[in-house]
């Protein structure tokens, strides 16, 4: 019976993860390629939280599904073309206090619009309720969310994989000398990265507002979470921040189970260890510009 | 202004003017400047300072505080003041234990308030409890509930208006058993790892030993959670019989959200749910049995032209902090009205005497002697039944006050034989 439970906080871990994922795949990516510490990724899954609360109204939750990482996405263009663009090639410091300001920014501009006061926001009746195979159950909402999560991993994949864009990002995230050299300029391909990576986020945003609260400060309380995993996850690596996702989802579930004191500090451990034994993270690649 | 906006300082302009020119007096001339200043004070405006948590997982009940303070300080001014003063409060963001705490003693002393008020988190009223008996000036604990504040910790500066934690759990728990929820019953308790939460655990494990109902867990989970889905995981595989909640803030709303996701079928209770955060959880989602120190449906004269007023200024129904926050503000009022001076001597001997004060409930208030928390009423409340409400936020149905009518009002809290205060 023990070993049920147990393989269902795992499962219930998997699920997590998949929600970290969303976040982190798009930090790792903007890191990776244009050496940004996007400090405000976690403003744009916050702005996908109350977006989708709008266009909810209008066209309904399926609709919200594509249209609010639009919205974000079209955001992020301008986010990437007047503010990042300037800070590819100066000193980190300064592109980290420009996101960290911005994050704060959104915080409170999201307050000003919609009041500080959670918003109400519910999922449509038929994903209410479980889903129960034996002894285990399953959130049916939950499941259809780490399914939305496998897809758009799936797709951000054969992006970087199967095409000749994803061979400049990986190249770029490389040897981005060596790419210059061959008369690419990797900047065109930034914005691309950028929206994909604010989308996926919004998306994040979109997905999770039914079952969390919808605050200005979500966007804050979900930072951590995401840079724990990209720093385990390791840089530049498709499958380290993958893993890192579900990794960290997994030890919160496993501790929970038999320390509850000790699991939301399960992590940070985790990082710990990992940055003990491995400082460049699980399938982090050696890259020369961080080295 | 657009009172949406929370400025994380709430002042009006020339007062502001003031306070610069007034640093910059301590900057240019010295602490031999600052004498003739004191003297001022006395004629000035009347200063209160108000902390309160407007980020974090209070902080939008923190936004409601304010809004219900400055509405009480806008009709006070409008009135002419008090004793001819105008009343200036200074209103800012306590963050955290220790920024409240630095922030209390920096009023004092370098904004000179002559009262403190505010705070929703039991931990930030606690130290700014402490920072107020230190510097010998009245601190009215508003919003936290925490039994410790008014027991062991209490102190001789200090006054609670918020109604405890030992009448929140009587309050829900009695409605609880009626119900027969309790007797006999497994229960499966949730608690939020700060003393709020575990003075709520504390009280309602006593409850629910009198009542003949077991514990059979606990999960203690940190006040920065947001995903319950591990945990509700552990306490399907408990199978209770009543899961009950002893959760602050925001918190409360993720849990009731992720457990009707879940679908699960226990029935979910608990001590703590401010209405705004009731609001948030929305209709489909609530259930069980809460309590609350007010509600905007209290059919008296005083609660209605209040909340009137209050959706008028603010273009929102008032939440339980608005109201309290109010009320506060007026019985300090009405404390320096009788009094005729703002001496904390004074002040403290005037709510000693247990003078009534009208709290826009059926029945008045007073503060008790020796433990200076408001006796009051308290109401439970659930969920009306699907497709009675009128509109979004009208879905929570509230019960009569407890204590009855007939039953003194001090019936929920804790006697004098439990309570560890002395001052």
Partial sequence: ?291 | MDEKRSPKTVHSPDVQRRKWLKTGTILAGGAALAHPMLAMAQTGPIRVGHLTPMTGFLGALGEYAVQGIKMAVEEINAAGGLLGRQVDLISEDSVNPQTAASKAQRMIERDKVEFLMGEISSASALTIAQVAARNKTLFMSIGARSDTLRGKDCNRYTFHVDIPVTVMVNAAGEALAREGYVKGKKIYTLTSDYVFGHDLSKAAKAFFARNNGTVIGEEVVPTDLTDFSAQLIKIRQARPDLIATNLGGNQVTNFVKQYAEFGMKFPVAGFNLNTADAWAAGEDNLGGIWPTVWHHEIKTPGTQAFVQKFTKKYNRIPENHAWIEYVSMMMLAQAIRETKSVDTERIIKYFESEAQFDILKLRKGYFRSWDHQLMQEAYPFTVKPKGQAKHKLDFLLFGEAVPGATEPLEKLAPPRSENLCKM
């Fill in chain 1, 1 to 291: 019976m023990e070993i049920v439970y147990l393989l269902e906080q795992i499962v219930n871990g998997l699920v997590l993860g998949g929600y970290y994922l969303l976040l982190a795949m798009g930090l790792s990516l903007i890191f990776s390629v244009g050496g940004i510490v996007n400090l405000s990724h976690g403003a744009f899954y916050a702005l996908g939280a109350y977006l989708s609360l709008e266009v909810i109204k209008y066209a309904g939750f399926g609709a919200s599904l594509f249209i609010t990482p639009v919205l974000v996405g079209l955001i992020g263009i301008a986010f990437e073309r007047f503010l990042l663009r300037r800070f590819y090639t100066a000193d980190p410091i300064l592109s980290l206090l420009v996101t960290f300001g911005l994050a704060m920014v959104a915080e409170q501009a999201l307050r000003m619009i919609w009041g500080s006061a959670p918003l109400p926001s519910g999922m449509p009746p038929q994903f209410k309720g479980n889903v129960m195979l034996g002894e285990f159950m399953f959130s049916k909402y939950r499941l259809f969310i780490l399914a939305v999560v496998i897809c758009v991993m799936g797709g951000i994949w054969l992006l970087l994989h199967k095409t000749s864009f994803g061979r400049v990002v990986r190249a770029g995230i490389q040897k981005p000398d060596m790419v210059a050299v061959l008369g690419i300029r990797l900047q065109p391909y930034m914005v691309t990265v950028v929206v994909l990576g604010v989308a996926s986020a919004a998306l994040g945003g979109v997905l999770f507002g039914p079952i969390a609260i919808v605050h200005p400060a979500m966007g804050t309380e979900i930072m951590t979470v995401a840079f724990v995993v990209v720093v385990i996850g390791g840089l530049g690596s498709f499958w380290g921040v993958v893993l890192a996702a579900f990794l960290v989802g997994v030890v919160r579930g496993v501790t929970t189970h038999f320390a509850p004191a000790a699991s939301e500090a399960s992590m940070y451990i985790l990082m710990f260890l990992v940055l003990m034994l491995r400082p460049r993270g699980l399938l982090g690649e050696r890259i020369e510009r961080f080295e």
